[in-house]
């Protein structure tokens, strides 16, 4: 098993960047497809960006291409999410999730959740 945890989240103006981290414990990232996904109130949680296992394939939703990247430490056991040119609509609760299996967009698959961070972002 692994547990996550989430941290960096905060109140940021339109066009700031925030860099969230997400501190794995117990086994390592480079076990598992790593994800980030986020939920905004009244909606879905949706899938924003995930790492395979090997680190050789990586996918972004359409609404974040461009603008964050994924990566992760495996030394470190962490995986980070940069954002950058933020705007309101980003706003939303972000999570850190791993699945033992390959990367999937759907939050249903995967087996492992941080607890979130939430990140604002003003106009």
């Known amino acids: 098993q692994v547990q996550l945890v989430e941290s960096g989240g905060g109140l940021v103006q339109a066009g700031g960047s925030l860099r969230l981290s997400c501190a794995a414990s117990g086994r390592t990232v480079s076990n598992y497809a790593m994800a980030w996904f986020r939920q905004a109130p009244g909606k879905e949680r949706e899938f924003v960006t995930g790492i395979s296992k090997s680190g050789g394939r990586i996918d972004y939703a359409d609404s974040v291409k461009g603008r964050f990247t994924i990566s992760r430490d495996s030394a470190r056991n962490m995986v980070y999410l940069q954002m950058n040119s933020l705007k309101v609509e980003d706003t939303a609760v972000y999570y850190c999730?791993?699945?033992?299996?390959?990367?999937?967009?759907?939050?249903?698959?995967?087996?492992?959740w941080g607890q979130g961070t939430q990140v604002t972002v003003s106009a």
């Open positions: 999730a791993a699945r033992t299996w390959a990367t999937t967009f759907a939050a249903s698959e995967y087996d492992y």
